[in-house]
């Protein structure tokens, strides 16, 4: 089979001589690939020209659907992936977490547009007053960047690898180009083809490159973004690529880290904890066959600890059955090709220099229902290094396989040194029940890494894991892991938008947030605002209210009515070194009488209260203060029909300020309400 790539909306095959990508089971060839002669310049321009400006017409809402629609369309044929996937050695656990997770960080991300507004900006923050009377203000807004995301990925997980990343670029609405790294290429080519087929997103929102980079990153731009995920080596020789210094483009980088799982003094061998150590240990040792960039391959416990680890793990891992990942008995496949088993090899050797071997080998392992010297395989291997302060190289080389290294230590304190020496990674986990040594911990490593996973029996069985990056969570660490982050929720995809900062006047700014600044200009309609529709509301349309002077049997009412009977609201004769010079009205009364000032009662558009943001009781009220209310909508969110009979509606968020004879705002909140559309098709 010849992959080919997908350039400029068409799939193009490359010329030359091809690389070859072959079975990790069974060593046959699988396909072959080659990018000699394709026009990545062309596909750059592409992307920025027909992808970018399709996506940017699109608001966050409309392209978190689209995601959804995708999850829902490769949910539908994701049987012929795990069909592909077994050939990448990976069991059909492995291929779980690979292609579930990965359709899994599409719904994820398709569920964040809700944190988005329905535009195709976002607003970023409060805005910021600038002058003395607010007629001058200043807002940070965030548009995405005209260019094109170009992902490099790693082998381990051709279709998460993918997913994970281009979820994020599409709902921010920046076009992709795919590089999967070559050795399991032809699976992400597979689930590739069907996006492209099903049509969801526009021509030009994703690309595919199918074998070696060339000269791609010869024509980056300022506005493109470049991620890499893979070795720290390649990483570094990329991110000072002459293009990427020049355009100043951002580089991320998620390197493969030297990740520690630390065993606390409290977690002691026969305990519960100790037992969920074990397990989480072998499970990142042995979960696609060791080849996770946040797998554990520094394993620390206390010193009197060290023989009853060595042993009970070594107990697990012999259980641990090697073979051809389509039988159900197998838990370990293959490693993704035997480049890859040399390597992993070699770097044994290396590390067995300062730290025995004490479970299995670099040698050929016995395996179950495949031939050990046609594929990539290689038993789990557990070394130990007695002197982790001093033999720094369990510190600086990774293994990048089913391959940990223990090691002792004597106080927490020690600990924390030896978990930090790894110099940045991706993830740390620390087993305890004793609050007070996570607190250190986490403390003293937090600078370290991306993620601390606090793990004991009360959360192990829920527990995502070790080596789980959760679409929500960044996914990137410091210094050795690459100094990136990725996923993160709405923090990865602010990443691929650009933030600016506008100045001008509040009314000129509410037209071009589509949200309402305060001290913009306000407009009176003759219908009241609770008998529009959805469609029919205008972002600064103001309801003046009628006023009402407080009393104090309105305080003394609802003190009985909410049974706050608060010592300010009730006793004159308390309030000697406070704030207040009588009794004051409660600010829940306030806002409950504004409402009553403002609402319409009659049965209309307006369906329900949908809650309240940001209240704030700015000055007492006190018996004898006239309030009123000026109720403006603040901003329109259109809610999407689940279901073809739903009512269509929308939320809309209204200013209620509320202000006393003088003017000034005694409190100020925003309440959301669910208005009926006038259109119900």
Not at 367 to 395: C, M, S, Y
Not at 412 to 441: C, F, H, W
Not at 531 to 545: D, N
Request: contains cysteine.
């Amino acid at each position: 089979m010849k992959l080919k790539s997908f350039l400029s909306g068409q799939w193009v095959e490359g010329e030359g001589e091809q690389e070859l990508l072959f079975d990790s089971v069974t060593g046959d060839l699988v396909a072959v690939a080659s990018t000699k002669g394709l026009d990545f310049e062309h596909m750059l321009r592409y992307g920025r020209s027909v992808g970018g400006p399709a996506l940017r017409k699109l608001t966050f809402h409309e392209r978190g659907r689209m995601l959804k629609a995708l999850a829902l369309y490769l949910g539908e044929r994701k049987q012929s992936y795990y069909n592909l996937s077994y050939r990448t050695g990976a069991t059909r656990a492995d291929s779980w977490i690979d292609i579930e997770g990965g359709i899994g960080n599409l719904f994820s991300y398709a569920s964040l547009r809700r944190q988005f507004p329905d535009e195709p900006f976002y607003v970023d923050g409060q805005a910021a007053k600038l002058s003395r009377t607010g007629s001058f203000i200043g807002q940070h807004i965030m548009v995405p960047r005209q260019g094109v995301a170009i992902h490099i990925n790693a082998y381990n997980f051709p279709v998460w690898g993918m997913l994970e990343k281009i979820a994020v670029n599409l709902l921010a609405g920046v076009p992709a180009v795919v590089k999967p790294a070559s050795p399991g290429s032809f699976l992400t080519e597979a689930v590739f083809r069907d996006i492209i087929e099903s049509g969801i997103f526009p021509p030009g929102s994703l690309q595919l490159v199918c074998g070696q980079p060339g000269n791609l990153l010869d024509f980056v731009q300022s506005q493109d973004l470049v991620t890499f995920t893979g070795s720290a080596k390649t990483g570094h020789l990329l991110k000072v690529h002459p293009s990427i210094i020049r355009e100043t483009v951002p580089f991320t980088m998620e390197a493969d880290s030297l990740n520690c799982c630390i065993l606390a003094l409290d977690a002691a061998p026969g305990s519960a904890d100790f037992d969920v150590f074990i397990r989480e240990v072998h499970r990142e040792m042995t979960v696609k066959c060791g080849q996770k960039c946040t797998a554990i391959r520094r394993i620390l416990v206390p010193e009197k600890y060290l023989e009853d680890v060595q042993i009970a793990l070594g107990k697990r891992l012999s259980k641990t059955v090697i073979g051809d990942p389509r039988l159900e008995e197998v838990r370990m496949g293959a490693l993704v090709g035997r480049a890859q088993l040399q390597q992993l090899q070699e770097r044994i050797m290396l590390l067995a220099a300062q730290s025995a071997i004490v479970y299995g080998s670099a040698d050929t392992p016995e395996v179950r229902g495949a031939d050990p010297l046609k594929g990539a395989f290689i038993a789990p291997v557990l070394l130990v290094n007695e002197d982790p302060l001093h033999q720094r190289l369990t510190h600086e080389l990774e293994a990048f396989g089913p391959v940990a290294t223990l090691m002792p230590y004597r106080s927490p304190e020690e600990a924390i040194v030896i978990a930090n020496m790894g110099r940045g990674s991706l993830v740390s986990t620390i087993v305890t029940s004793d609050k007070q040594t996570a607190i250190d911990y986490v403390m003293g490593t937090s600078s370290f890494h991306g993620r601390i996973l606090l793990l004991n029996h009360a959360c192990a069985q829920e527990s995502t894991g070790h080596g789980s990056p959760l679409p929500m969570l960044i996914h990137g660490g410091p210094g050795h892991a690459g100094g990136g982050e990725e996923m993160g929720g709405k923090r990865g995809v602010l990443h691929y938008l650009q933030r600016t900062a506008v100045q001008g006047s509040a009314t000129m700014l509410t037209a071009l947030t589509r949200v309402y600044q305060p001290g913009g200009q306000q407009q009176e309609k003759e219908t009241h605002p609770f008998r529009r529709h959805f469609e029919e509301l205008e972002i600064g349309e103001t309801l003046l209210t009628a006023r009402h002077t407080v009393t104090e049997a309105d305080i003394t009412n609802f003190a009985n009515v909410s049974g706050d009977h608060f010592y300010a609201h009730m006793d004159a004769t308390s309030l000697e070194g406070t704030i207040f010079e009588g009794r004051v009205a409660h600010g829940y009364y306030i806002l409950s009488k504004a409402a009553g000032l403002f609402v319409d009662a009659k049965k209309g558009p307006v369906l329900l209260n949908y809650g309240i943001d940001e209240a704030r009781f700015t000055k007492p009220v006190y018996p004898g203060t006239t309030i009123g209310v000026r109720l403006t909508v603040k901003e329109k969110t259109n809610q999407e029909k689940r279901e073809p009979g739903e009512v269509a509606k929308g939320i809309v968020k209204w200013l209620v300020d509320v202000y006393d004879q003088t003017g000034e705002t005694v409190a100020i909140a925003t309440i959301l309400t669910m208005v009926k559309k006038l259109d119900q098709s």
